[in-house]
């Protein structure tokens, strides 16, 4: 350690020939301990006490140096980490060994400003040994601290952008898989049924053949239809209509495009006094898929019902199943998931419906409950 630097601690210990301090301060080791724009901090080794504290100090933790002075090292620790650097501190003292003083690395931890704001910095400890003056056997350490908050956020970045790289990588795996399922079976049955139909003499054989070739194209339709508006959606190209719409229309015209009949009927408890201003296509749409989603992920009964909420209607689907699972319900209106791995489909309903809902200024959200099953809410405007 420089001489300068030892003569300013001990200068600062006894202030004696302060002329001779201030000059060797000035032009040797203490010139660049201003200088510098690291923070360079020197605390006593048995106290954790600051004894020299730069501007870059000053600049970083917010701190004035003659405030600075004295001042024990804990409070630049966040909270969690005090007890840890209380008892490195003590042991330091005792004379064991540091496994962060004097290794010739740098490390990197948070640390505190004066006015309560987190930090990242890198941080590099030396010893510096007792300085050369009668009676004075005190420790030293200095700190040369680097703020790299910037460079942790950026690291942070880049691994939640991997996280959602491999997430998506991992919906994209799922959504081919389930694809493949979806496009080969339908596909398959029509060869089938086309194969059957052509040495086929009965009329009837022929006819319900010809009924099975067009519900597995429906299906394959139906498939290249979601891909297709949830293409539309993600590019924000999605057409959107608005008109004020009572709500018991579209819940009639949702459930019956999602089948509502006989052991399967939903309780529609919506009457005709609410209205939605919205595309009827669109929450048509949406309605479907919520009623779809509750049959094939629920239990019956499924039930439906609305009420004003402020300037808003909202519509509750609810059924009467296991619910959403803990881990599962951040992930449920994101494309390519599905609740159950072997389930039918390609995990695209709730996530149309999110885009649709947020096309038409609307809302739709999975509302948690103490009792069993599950609620869907969508809202959206009473008026425009």
């Not at 300013?8 to 203490?30: L, Q």
Request: charge should be negative.
């Amino acid at each position: 350690m420089p001489f300068e630097l030892e003569s300013a601690i001990s200068r600062y210990r006894h202030p004696v020939d302060a002329e001779f301090t201030s000059a060797k301060f000035t032009h040797g080791f203490g010139r660049l301990f201003e200088l510098v724009s690291d923070a360079v901090i020197v605390a006593s080794a048995e106290t954790g006490d600051v004894v020299l504290w730069n501007p870059g100090a000053a600049k970083m933790f917010g701190i004035a140096a003659e405030d600075a002075v004295g001042m024990s090292l804990e409070r630049l620790v966040p909270e969690p980490l005090r007890a840890r650097h209380v008892e490195g501190l003590a042991r330091y003292a005792r004379g064991e060994p540091s496994h962060i003083v004097d290794t010739g690395e740098s490390v990197e931890l948070p640390a505190v400003r004066a006015d309560g704001s987190s930090l990242w910095v890198e941080l590099a400890l030396s010893s510096v040994p007792p300085a050369d003056v009668p009676g004075d056997e005190a420790r030293h350490v200095v700190a040369i601290i680097r703020d790299v908050s910037a460079r942790k956020a950026a690291e942070a970045e880049v691994i939640a952008r991997n996280d959602q790289l491999r997430a998506a990588n991992e919906g994209l795996r799922h959504f081919l898989a389930a694809a493949a399922h979806d496009i080969v079976g339908p596909a398959g049955g029509m060869r089938g049924a086309a194969e059957l139909i052509s040495g086929e003499e009965d009329p009837g054989e022929i006819a319900e053949l010809a009924g099975l070739i067009v519900r597995q194209a429906d299906l394959v339709i139906e498939l290249g239809h979601d891909l297709g508006q949830l293409a539309s959606i993600e590019q924000g190209s999605v057409p959107v209509r608005p008109e004020r719409i009572r709500v018991s229309e579209v819940v009639n015209a949702g459930l019956e495009a999602a089948g509502n009949a006989g052991t399967t009927a939903v309780d529609n408890q919506v009457n005709d006094a609410l209205f939605w201003v919205v595309d009827r296509t669109h929450a048509t749409r949406i309605v479907a898929n919520l009623v779809t989603n509750a049959r094939k992920y629920g239990e019956m009964p499924v039930s439906i019902g609305a009420k004003r909420s402020d300037d808003h209607v909202e519509l509750r689907v609810h059924d009467m199943g296991a619910g959403v699972a803990d881990d599962f319900v951040d992930r449920l209106f994101e494309k390519f998931t599905r609740a159950r791995v072997a389930g039918e489909g390609l995990g695209l309903g709730l996530a149309i419906c999110r885009g649709l809902a947020t096309a038409n200024s609307g809302v739709v959200y999975y509302e948690p409950s103490d009792g069993p099953g599950a609620t869907f809410v969508v809202a959206f405007p009473e008026r425009s």
